[in-house]
Structure formats: structure tokens, C-alpha cells
């Protein structure tokens, strides 16, 4: 029988309210036990002194390109880079070709997972039919097929009769709709946060009354139908405002933020570089401080990756005509230990409940615990490790991070996924 024992580690699970330093025993590919005795015989003995034991990471946020832009990233790229961030489970979503909107889609994109054999990697359908935004998608269907959640991606649900229907089904499935808040009449043509740095580049601006307008909607009809929302990537302090209101009143609306936003401020667009334009953008220190605010409060429940590749090619161009988007999977935990825990914004365990428990339960997840009979997805961390990032080490097929080159503190160190490790950093 298989057996794993993590010895001496500081095991931080939120869902269980433990943060100590302990043994865990990993067996048969589940939690065997918690504060076992460091004799105990194992298979494996994995000595853990100074790192973290978390719960596996888990990333709601990621755009898969497979198929019809695998030159972006594969689903086996993509699987792996996960790994090699800590993340034990990724949701993929829809920015592909065709879109995830039949159940042969929903199909082909778990087949890929497992081939790959790297971590879970769970299907997002459309919401709408070839993602147009006009009909609803086969809802049902794709559910039955495996779909574990419903978004458009990069594209937000501009009408509003559409996104009642689609809360409406999903609830049926108790299934979430991740909406990414972005009233486009309003920011169309915008390249980054509208302020005073936009004004002197002469950059077209994205307003942040186009976020806060289409969260207050959005978070309207998920009161008025009791379905179950989520809003993708928000960025503004009047979001947060909106959405801490909107939980007094016990609406059913969850949100994430990208770990990037806490990286940088829309100064950082002063140099031009095309692997700085985001959506949602960088923005200014004020609305950093409103949801860094929200994360210790809990009004902003998820820190994503906003994992969104796109070639070299595509991105070497002038920054008005540049996609959007950034790597982010293999550099998000070290974004949040360097810029929110180091610079004492927040501790490991509100960092790792946004980042696993907190997920998984928008997800309707059975993951991101350590409690004794849970899968054995687990990620080991040194959180004091310094290392510089370098694309060209990546797992990524894309290299489009605006952080090569910058120290981070903290790295992941193993990923175990089902019981096996499936990624360990050599630092030789």
C-alpha cells in the first residue's frame, strides 16, 4: 500500500482552521491522517522543515487555446505549467475554436486532460452558442457532458435577458455562471485604466464605471433569480463597494481577482510593453488598496492567475493592436507571497483559502482540503525561496509575462496530485 509522509512542514488548511506545524500521511491517492508520528513507516518520507503543506492550488481563471490556437498554448502546456505553480486543478475556459458549446467539446477537452496526465483540468461551456452572446447554449447538455461551470470568457454577457435564462438553468445543475463584469459600450477600444497616466500616453482609456455599472447589474439579476454568479476578474474599489453590499444582503455572488493586480499599478504602462495590457487592466494604487481591502474582509473570495497566453508573435506589435492577456500560472503564488504577504498585506492562511477552499466551493468542488478521506492533492512551498523569472524555463508555450526578469519571493517547491507527485522543483 502506497504511503507518503510529509514530515515537519507548517500545514496551513483554512477549511479545517489548521495552521501548524505537523505531519501529514498521504495514503492510497487520499488524506490518510494529520499529526501522525514522524516514525511511521512510508514509502516515501518527504522532509517539509521551513516549507508549507497546503491544500492543492486551484485556478477558476484559465483560458485553454486548444483547439484552434494551440500556437498559444495546448491543453498539455497548459496542464503543466499549472503544475509547476502549485496548482492541483485548473477550471479551462472557453477561447478556443470552435467554442466549448456542444458536448464533443466538453469531450475532446477532458480526453486531452487525461492524456496529458498532469493536473485536473475541468471543462467551462459556453453560455452562449459560439460564444455570440445571442442564444443560450445547450445548458443541460453540455452539464451532462462534464461542464462544471458556464462563461463566455473575455466576453461578457451583455444581454441581460440572456444572463437571467442562463442563471436560471444553471441553478438547476447548481452550477455557477462566471460572468466577467465589463460593460463594453463603455470600454470598447480601451487599452488600459482610465487616469491620469492614460491621458498623458494618449492611450484610449477603460473606464472603471465600465466594471462597476456591469457588476451592479450582473449582481441584480443574480438576486432577482437566486442563481449562482461569479464575477471574473474584478479590479475597481466601486466593485468591491457593490459586492460587500451585495453579501450583507446574502446574494449569491462570489468573485476573484487576478493575482497580477497587486503587481503593478497603470504606471507600469509608461514603458509601452504590450505584456502589460490586461483586461481587467492594471489600475491605480487606490483601487490595489480597496481590494486588498476586500480580499482580508472576504468580499473578494478567489486570487485567479488570469492565465491568458498568447504567442510572441501576436504580441509584438503596436500596444493599440496587441491582444490582451498575460501568462500567469506559473508565477501567480509568487506574485501573492512577494506583493501581499511579504509586503504584509495579508497572511499564508487567507492567501490559500482564496486560492484553494474558496475555489473549489465555487466550483462545487469536493477539493481544497486536507480533511482526512479528501483526495490527496496537496502543494509544498518555501516561502522564503528568492528566484528570478525567466520565460524560458517555462511550462507555457507562451512566454507573454510582463515579470521576466523580477525577483519574487516564495515558490512552489512539489505539486502532488491523486497521491503522486507530478511536479518537483530541482534547483540544481
Same mark, same amino acid.
Given at each position: ?143 451532462? +457532458? ?5 462563461? *463566455? !470568457? $473575455?466576453?461578457? @454577457? ?6 437571467? %435564462?442562463?442563471? /436560471? ?120 488598496? +480597496? ?5 482580508? *474582509? !472576504? $468580499?473578494?473570495? @478567489? ?6 497566453? %498568447?504567442?510572441? /508573435? ?115
Amino acid at each position: 500500500m502506497p504511503r507518503t509522509l510529509i514530515q515537519n512542514g507548517r500545514v496551513i488548511d483554512p477549511s479545517q482552521g489548521i495552521d501548524r506545524v505537523t505531519n501529514l500521511l498521504i495514503e492510497e491517492g487520499r488524506i490518510g491522517a494529520i499529526d501522525v508520528d514522524s516514525g511511521l513507516e512510508a514509502t516515501r518520507v518527504i522532509d517539509a522543515t521551513g516549507m508549507l503543506v497546503v491544500p492543492g492550488l486551484i485556478d477558476l481563471n484559465v483560458q485553454i487555446r486548444e483547439p484552434g490556437f494551440e500556437e498559444d498554448e495546448t491543453i498539455e502546456s497548459a496542464a503543466y505549467a499549472a503544475l509547476a505553480g502549485g496548482f492541483t486543478s485548473i477550471a479551462a475556459i472557453s477561447e478556443t475554436n470552435p467554442p466549448v458549446d456542444s458536448a464533443a467539446a466538453v469531450t475532446y477537452l477532458g480526453r486531452q486532460a487525461t492524456e496529458a496526465d498532469h493536473c485536473n483540468v475541468y471543462p467551462v461551456a459556453c453560455v452562449s452558442s459560439e460564444r455570440q452572446g445571442e442564444e443560450m447554449a445547450e445548458i443541460g447538455i453540455l452539464n451532462n +457532458a462534464g461542464a462544471i461551470a458556464f462563461s *463566455d !470568457g $473575455t466576453r461578457p @454577457v451583455s444581454n441581460p435577458e440572456l444572463l437571467r %435564462r442562463a442563471l /436560471e438553468y444553471t441553478l438547476m445543475f447548481d452550477r455557477p455562471v462566471l460572468n466577467r463584469p465589463e460593460m463594453v459600450e463603455l470600454s470598447r477600444d480601451g487599452v488600459m485604466h482610465d487616469g491620469k497616466v492614460s491621458t498623458v500616453l494618449g492611450l484610449a482609456p477603460m473606464p472603471t464605471e465600465a466594471e462597476d455599472v456591469m457588476a451592479a447589474r450582473d449582481i441584480r439579476i443574480c438576486e432577482a433569480t437566486g442563481g449562482k454568479l461569479h464575477l471574473l476578474g474584478i479590479s475597481c474599489s466601486g466593485t468591491v463597494d457593490i459586492l460587500r453590499r451585495a453579501k450583507i444582503r446574502n446574494v449569491g455572488v462570489t468573485a476573484s481577482i487576478c493575482a497580477y493586480q497587486f503587481a503593478n499599478t497603470d504606471e507600469a504602462m509608461r514603458g509601452f510593453h504590450t505584456s502589460f495590457k490586461l483586461n481587467p487592466p492594471l489600475r491605480s494604487a487606490d483601487h490595489i488598496q +480597496a481590494c486588498i481591502a476586500g480580499l482580508k *474582509d !472576504g $468580499t473578494i473570495d @478567489v486570487i485567479a492567475s488570469g492565465h491568458a497566453p %498568447r504567442s510572441s /508573435e501576436k504580441k509584438m506589435c503596436a500596444i493599440t493592436e496587441a491582444p490582451f492577456g498575460m501568462v500567469g500560472l506559473e508565477t501567480a503564488l509568487g506574485l501573492v507571497s512577494t506583493h501581499l504577504i511579504k509586503a504584509g498585506h495579508l497572511d499564508w492562511a487567507i492567501a490559500i483559502k482564496a486560492m484553494s477552499f474558496n475555489a473549489a466551493q465555487v466550483l462545487g468542488l469536493a477539493k481544497g482540503t486536507l480533511q482526512v478521506g479528501a483526495d490527496a492533492d496537496v502543494t509544498i512551498i518555501d516561502p522564503e525561496q528568492r528566484w528570478t523569472v525567466d520565460t524560458a524555463s517555462y511550462r507555457s508555450k507562451s512566454f507573454n509575462c510582463p515579470f521576466h526578469g523580477q525577483e519574487l519571493v516564495g515558490r512552489v517547491v512539489e505539486t502532488i496530485v491523486g497521491g503522486v507527485s507530478k511536479f518537483r522543483y530541482d534547483a540544481a
